[in-house]
């Protein structure tokens, strides 16, 4: 073997040792990790992990999603009770199932440390085991144009939809679909009831003679794209898909006792026994940043929990046909929706309730 | 003599005007797929709601299906292909079991064997995720999230079709051919090739290609057995149109009739559908 070939043997040496120990001091904080998370699917899983993914991934980490709606990802949560490794780390959770969430000890607290953007949360939108992460605001999409013809006023409150031309006209959401929820609460605040007495708002809802109970948000585009109904129970950002789509919808977010608008939060917890918590962290806190906040306002819909974007679109919101915003978006609008209280709520006795008074 | 043939042409036009109208009722829905993944309208629209006639013709759709979807595909496939072929060994051994035996409980047997098919199948899922913690944690065998786990869920539901259909040619067999062939010196295992396997065969094709398409369907069971990397279409289909609908699933749908169809080609060039479903093959 030459001199030369021993040098260059040596230099290559150097080099390989030189990047492992160079590669080394550089190494991502989340090497090795696979970090899995239980969300909604589709586009929305699409869309974060258009942002998030290549984040954790420059920190030498992997994002995986399982998915299914929040109910769906609690029954998984029920089902691997008392595994030493969870089904994922991080779990979506709605307002309605997080009682049991909290109640079957399925998630742990975080270090709030390693979520500084809870700084542009509202107080209400987050606590030591879930940042909200999404709000949808609840109330009724209606044609324009069909209640301009038919001479109907834009109504203002739920109880309005009991005009007579609007007679198998409108669709409400299935008890199976958690946007049913807050306009029950609406029905019986009509009434004098409220989330701890629904049965005044579930017979308003029997008398109210729909068209049908929508199962999929696409139901109601197809619906009112076919023309067969003219109201739906939904939230707007169903409303403005609509609206993008060509379809002249407007919002209405119903007079809900002294509120305006109802207000339904999603959030992300760390499931309990996660061995990647300081990944599921960095994945919250990047849930709720500015531009993934942004992201899913923009392109998904929904009504941000940051307060920043709220306040960048509150002065530019989507307009419907009539000049009306479909969302309310600036700050002061979101604290004044009406909030459901969930202390005490069982979604076994509101289904045996609906099923007992509206699905009879 | 007129009176009658003109008679005849009425029944003959009204059969034909009833059995037209049942093949439109149940074409219809695949129809409006088809064209409407041709929608060559606005893409905003295309994401709210199916259009359908289309305002112009394009392939835009088919450009935006998602790779997911394709992966998607593909475990589907192999989930329903693992349970037509498994569920058929496992199948035609318990019909004829249950066909042959003088077993006592015979009768709860072959209800057990049609239990699959009482339970919703979002218990099913449910219970079989729990059964796989449960294993992982006594024995360690941890399947829950895998390949099998998933594949098995559906083997559950899809062996019960193969055990009906062929259990149903085995109720009207005439087993002196059987017999014919053992006392002319024909083994056990010969007989059972080449008289009894070409008898029961159209109730095995019924079979498996009932517990293919049962399987290539499922949302329910996939459900809670999918994971990551295991998620079947009609999943990744239940998940997209939760949020919004999205015409590329149409262009998709509208591949998967397309292969179905030349499947059914091949096999008719092949074999011959008629050959498969001779004789009663329905089972």
């Known amino acids: ?360 | 003599m007129k009176r009658r043939a003109f008679a005849g042409y009425l029944r003959r036009t009204a059969v034909i005007a009833v059995v037209g109208g049942v093949y439109v009722f149940l074409l219809a829905p695949v129809l409006v797929v088809v064209v409407a993944s041709f929608d060559g309208g606005d893409p905003v629209a295309g994401r709210a709601f199916l259009n359908f006639p289309p305002s112009s013709v394009s392939l835009q759709w088919y450009f935006e299906i998602q790779p997911r979807l394709f992966h998607a595909l593909w475990i589907s496939l192999l989930v329903a292909a693992f349970a037509a072929v498994v569920g058929t060994l496992v199948g035609v051994p318990a019909a004829l079991g249950l066909a042959r035996s003088d077993l006592r409980g015979k009768t709860l047997l072959g209800a057990l064997f049609r239990a699959p098919l009482q339970i919703p199948f979002i218990v099913i899922g449910i219970a079989f995720l729990q059964t796989y913690y449960l294993l992982g944690n006594y024995f360690g065998f941890r399947i829950a999230g895998s390949f099998v786990g998933l594949a098995l869920g559906h083997l559950f539901v899809a062996t019960p079709y193969v055990i009906g259909s062929v259990g149903a040619i085995l109720q009207r067999f005439d087993t002196s051919l059987e017999e014919a062939a053992l006392s002319l010196g024909a083994s056990r295992w010969r007989t059972f090739r080449r008289v009894t396997l070409p008898i029961i065969m159209p109730g095995i094709y019924a079979g498996a290609l009932f517990s293919f398409m049962v399987s290539f369907g499922d949302v329910p069971i996939s459900l809670f057995l999918a994971s990551p990397q295991y998620t079947t279409l009609p999943l990744e289909i239940f998940h997209s149109m939760e949020f919004d609908f999205d015409a590329a699933i149409l262009a998709i749908s509208t591949l998967i009739v397309a292969g179905s169809l030349i499947v059914l080609w091949l096999v008719q060039k092949l074999v011959g559908l008629d050959v498969m479903l001779r004789s009663g093959g329905s089972g």
């Open chain 1, 1 to 360: 073997m030459t001199s030369a070939c021993l040098r260059n043997l040596a230099a290559t040496l150097g080099v390989i040792v030189g990047v492992g120990v160079f590669g080394g001091a550089n190494a991502g904080r989340f090497d090795g990790v696979t970090l899995t998370v239980g969300t909604f699917g589709g586009s929305w899983k699409d869309r974060i992990c258009e942002h998030i993914c290549p984040k954790i991934e420059a920190e030498g980490g992997k994002l995986e999603f399982v998915t299914g709606n929040p109910r769906i990802l609690l029954s998984k949560l029920v089902a691997a009770r008392g595994q030493a490794e969870p089904p994922f780390d991080v779990v979506e959770i709605v307002d309605s199932t997080w009682p049991d969430t909290l109640a079957g000890g399925f998630v742990e607290k975080m270090d709030m440390a390693n979520l500084p953007n809870v700084a542009s949360l509202d107080a209400n939108m987050y606590d030591e085991y879930k940042a909200a992460n999404w709000m949808t605001e609840e109330g009724f999409i209606f044609h324009i144009d069909k209640f301009k013809e038919a001479g109907i006023p834009r109504p203002t409150r739920f109880k309005d939809l009991f005009d007579p031309r609007l007679k198998g006209k409108i669709s409400f959401p299935d008890i199976n679909v958690n946007t049913a929820l807050n306009p029950i609460v609406g029905f019986a605040a009509e009434e004098g009831g409220d989330e701890h007495n629904i049965d005044p708002g579930l017979k308003l809802i029997k008398d109210l003679d729909v068209f049908s109970f929508w199962n999929s948000g696409t139901q109601i585009t197809q619906m009112f794209q076919s023309g067969d109904i003219w109201v739906a129970i939904a939230h707007a950002g169903w409303g403005v898909r609509l609206h993008d789509a060509g379809v002249p919808v407007g919002m209405v977010h119903p007079r809900v006792k002294d509120r305006v608008g109802m207000g339904s939060r999603g959030y992300a917890g760390l499931v309990k026994g996660t061995t990647h918590k300081a990944a599921a962290e960095f994945y919250i806190n990047e849930l709720i940043s500015e531009e993934m906040q942004e992201i899913l306002h923009t392109r998904n819909g929904i009504v941000p929990t940051n307060k920043n974007v709220q306040l960048a679109y509150s002065s530019k919101p989507k307009l419907d046909a009539s000049g009306e915003p479909f969302l309310l978006l600036a700050p002061e609008q979101i604290g004044n929706l009406y909030y459901m209280d969930w202390t005490g709520f069982s979604m076994k006795d509101w289904t045996s309730k609906w099923n007992r008074t509206v699905a009879r």
